[in-house]
């Protein structure tokens, strides 16, 4: 039983582009056309060679997979991953925003019943108004 020898490391866990290449089956032309798109940004080092952490290489995972088994097009990949990060932009700020409110409930809730008005808070639902 034979193993396959460990993938070549650069430095501080980066990946050559010939081993992203070949453990994705494409051609190393392809990932510079997507860093050109600016679909993926790949380092550099020094001496300018391109340099590909984990992040990238799971960027990479999701543009293989939309365009081989989905069929999307370049111009679709760059709609969808931009949707994508905004998405994740506004689920990180919905979580402040509930975080926030949270607080202010408890604050709220530890001052008794100072008001006639309480805010209620359902897990995963609707802010709800309710009126004592």
Known sequence: MSMDPPAPVARDGYVFIGVVAQRFGVHPQTLRLYEREGLIRPARSSGNTRLYDLETVERLEIIL????????????????????????????????????????????????????????????????????
């Open 65 to 132: 997979t939309l365009t081989r088994e989905l069929g999307v097009n370049l111009a679709g990949v760059e709609v969808i991953l931009d949707l994508k990060s905004r998405l994740a932009r506004v689920e990180g700020e919905v979580g402040r925003l509930m975080e926030s409110i949270r607080a202010v409930a408890a604050e709220h809730a530890s001052r008794g019943g100072e008001s006639s008005r309480a805010l209620a808070l359902r897990p995963r639902g609707a802010i709800v108004l309710r009126v004592r």
